[in-house]
C-alpha cells in the first residue's frame, strides 16, 4: 500500500530549490576536469584526474540533489514532521558545497590538508543532516515499505560517510599501513548500494507506479529487495574486513548475490513499465529506461569481469562499471526526478496563492518539453562518449565537453523553472493586492 501524500508538510519552496540549482554546476566542473586531463584522466581509477570526477558526481552532483529531494520527499511522503528545514537546508548546503569543493581540490592539487578539512566539514554537516533526517523517519506514524527502505539509505548514508570521514583522515595525514584498498572498497560498495541504489529503490516504490502510470511493484520483490541488499553489503563488507582485503572465492559468491538483486530490480521495472496504462512517454520515462538498462549492463559487466579475471584486472575495467553506475544509472534517474519535481514543486507552491484571475500555469509550460527532450539526448551523447572514451582514451576530450554542456543544459532548464515560478508568484500577489485595494 502506498503511503498517503501529505502535502502540507512540504518545507518552503526553496529549500530543496537550492540543492536542485547547486547539483548540476558540479557536473559542468567534473566535465572540464576530463576535457583538461584528457587520456591521462582514463588511465585508472587512482588517477587523479579520475579521483577529482568521480567525487565531483557523487558527492557534488548526486549528493546535493538527493539531499535537497530527502528534505522533501521525506516531509511529504512519510508525513514527517522535518525540523526546521529552513535552517537545515541553510546549514546543511553551503557545508556540503564546501566540502565537496575541498574534497576535489584535494585529489587534483594532491595537498594532504585540504582532505583533512574536507572530512570535518562532511562530519559536521552530514552528521546534522543524518540525525534531523533520522528523527524524523523514526518518529514519523506513517507505514509501508518506503519508509522502511528510506530509513535504511539513510543508515547508508552514515556508514559511507564514517568510512568516507576516516579516508579522508588517513589520506591527510599520509598514514602509511592502513589497509587504504580495503576501506576503500567498502566505502565504494555502501555508498553505491547502501545509500545510492537504496534511496532510489525505495523512491520507486512510489514515483515509478505514480508517475510512469505502471503497476505497483510486487510485494515480496518490495520486503526481499531492500533487506537482501542489506544483508550482501553486510556479509561481504564483514568477511573483507575479517579477511583483511584478501580475495576470497564466497567474496565473490556474494558478490554475484548482490547483482542478481541488483539485476532483478532493473528487470522489474522496466517490466512494469512495458506494463503502463498510458502509452504516452515522456522524458522522465526515457530516462527510468535508460538507467535501467545501464544498471542491467552494470551487473552483467561486474559478472563478466568477475569470470575472466585477466579481463576484470584490466586497469580501466572499474571506470568502465564507474561510467555505468554514476551518469548511466545515477545521473539519468536524477535528471529525470529534478524534470518532474521541479514542475510539480511549482505548481504545489503556486496553488497555494492562486487567484481566478492569474492561474498557475499548467505544470508542461514550467519547462518546455522541447528543451528537456534537447538535453537529455545530450546526456545520452555523453554516456556514449564515455563509456567509449574508457575503451579508447583519446576520445576522453569530446566525452567531457559534451558532458559539461549537458548539465549546462540541464542548469538552464532547472534556472528556467525557477524564473517562471517567480514571475507567476509575483503576478499572483500583484492581482490580489490590487483586488483589496
Not at 547547486?22 to 581509477?45: D, E, H, K, M, N
Not at 588517513?170 to 534511496?199: D, E, I, R, S
Request: hydrophobic residues 60%; positive net charge; proline residues 6%.
Amino acid at each position: 500500500m502506498l503511503p498517503i501524500l501529505s502535502f502540507e508538510q512540504a518545507p518552503p519552496i526553496s529549500v530543496p530549490y537550492r540543492f536542485f540549482l547547486t547539483a548540476p554546476l558540479f557536473g559542468i566542473v567534473a566535465g572540464l576536469i576530463l576535457t583538461w586531463y584528457g587520456p591521462a584522466a582514463l588511465l585508472s581509477r587512482w588517477s587523479s584526474g579520475a579521483l577529482a570526477m568521480t567525487h565531483l558526481i557523487v558527492v557534488d552532483f548526486m549528493l546535493q540533489a538527493m539531499c535537497g529531494a530527502l528534505l522533501q520527499f521525506v516531509a511529504v511522503v512519510a508525513g514527517a514532521n522535518i525540523w526546521r528545514p529552513r535552517l537545515v537546508a541553510t546549514v546543511v548546503h553551503p557545508l556540503i558545497t564546501t566540502g565537496a569543493v575541498l574534497l576535489a581540490s584535494a585529489f587534483v592539487l594532491e595537498w594532504p590538508p585540504l582532505f583533512l578539512m574536507a572530512a570535518a566539514t562532511f562530519a559536521i554537516s552530514l552528521g546534522f543532516f543524518l540525525t534531523v533526517m533520522a528523527f524524523a523517519l523514526l518518529l514519523t506514524p506513517a507505514r509501508g515499505m518506503t519508509i522502511h527502505v528510506l530509513r535504511l539509505a539513510i543508515f547508508g548514508l552514515l556508514v559511507t560517510l564514517v568510512l568516507g570521514v576516516i579516508l579522508a583522515c588517513v589520506l591527510g595525514l599520509q598514514q602509511t599501513g592502513f589497509p587504504l584498498l580495503m576501506f576503500v572498497n567498502v566505502h565504494v560498495a555502501w555508498g553505491l548500494g547502501g545509500w545510492a541504489l537504496m534511496l532510489v529503490i525505495g523512491v520507486s516504490f512510489l514515483v515509478v507506479p505514480m508517475f510512469q502510470l505502471t503497476p505497483a511493484y510486487p510485494v515480496w520483490l518490495t520486503r526481499v529487495l531492500p533487506l537482501g541488499l542489506l544483508l550482501v553489503l553486510s556479509v561481504w563488507s564483514m568477511h573483507l574486513i575479517a579477511a583483511n582485503g584478501e580475495a576470497q572465492a564466497w567474496q565473490s559468491a556474494v558478490g554475484f548475490a548482490g547483482m542478481l538483486l541488483a539485476g532483478l530490480y532493473a528487470i522489474t521495472t522496466l517490466w512494469l513499465q512495458l506494463r503502463r496504462r498510458r502509452r504516452l512517454t515522456d522524458v522522465t520515462f526515457f530516462y527510468w529506461r535508460v538507467a535501467m538498462l545501464a544498471l542491467l549492463g552494470y551487473a552483467l559487466s561486474w559478472g563478466l569481469f568477475a569470470a575472466l579475471p585477466q579481463l576484470g584486472s584490466h586497469p580501466r575495467a572499474p571506470l568502465w562499471l564507474g561510467v555505468l553506475i554514476l551518469p548511466g544509472v545515477f545521473l539519468s534517474i536524477i535528471i529525470g526526478m529534478l524534470y518532474k519535481i521541479m514542475p510539480f514543486l511549482n505548481w504545489l507552491h503556486l496553488q497555494r496563492i492562486v487567484s481566478a484571475k492569474t492561474p498557475p500555469p499548467n505544470m508542461k509550460q514550467m519547462i518546455p518539453e522541447k528543451a528537456m527532450r534537447g538535453q537529455m539526448t545530450m546526456h545520452f551523447a555523453a554516456l556514449a562518449l564515455l563509456l567509449a572514451a574508457v575503451l579508447w582514451p583519446p576520445l576522453a576530450p569530446a566525452a567531457g565537453m559534451v558532458f559539461a554542456a549537458s548539465c549546462i543544459w540541464l542548469e538552464w532548464n532547472l534556472i528556467g523553472a525557477v524564473r517562471i515560478y517567480k514571475r507567476f508568484k509575483v503576478q499572483i500577489l500583484a492581482d490580489a493586492a490590487s483586488r483589496e485595494s
